[in-house]
């Protein structure tokens, strides 16, 4: 079981940079396959990227390769997610989940609540 809250979220310009956290709860962090999704207004919720329970492996989606970079640090019990270069259409809520057992999905049963992400054209 684990607790998931994001924050870091806001509005900035086409072109900037924005960088989220997602807190966890406990001290099992290391456990869960960590994972960052987004939804669009009228959109169905997409995923963003997600890293390995010890960071060795993470995986992009073809929207956010190479300007998004996820991240962990376990001590901390926290994943990042480093948004650069951003456009208009990164616009969304995100979202961060967790999973003890594969990289996350849409049926991973833990998510935080959400932090928006605004970027202004």
């Known amino acids: 079981q684990v607790q998931l809250v994001e924050s870091g979220g806001g509005l900035v310009q086409a072109g900037g940079s924005l960088r989220l956290s997602c807190a966890a709860s406990?001290?099992?962090?290391?456990?869960?396959?960590m994972g960052w999704f987004r939804q669009a207004p009228g959109k169905e919720r997409e995923f963003v990227a997600s890293?390995?329970?010890?960071?060795?492996?993470?995986y992009y989606a073809d929207s956010g390769k190479g300007r998004f970079t996820i991240s962990r640090d376990n001590a901390k019990n926290t994943a990042y997610l480093q948004m650069n270069s951003l456009k208009p259409e990164d616009t969304a809520v995100y979202y961060c989940a967790a999973d003890r057992h594969q990289r996350p999905t849409p049926r991973s049963d833990y998510w935080g609540q959400g932090t928006q992400v605004t970027v202004s054209s």
């Open positions: 406990g001290r099992t962090f290391s456990s869960y396959y």
């Open positions: 890293i390995s329970w010890t960071g060795v492996t993470t």
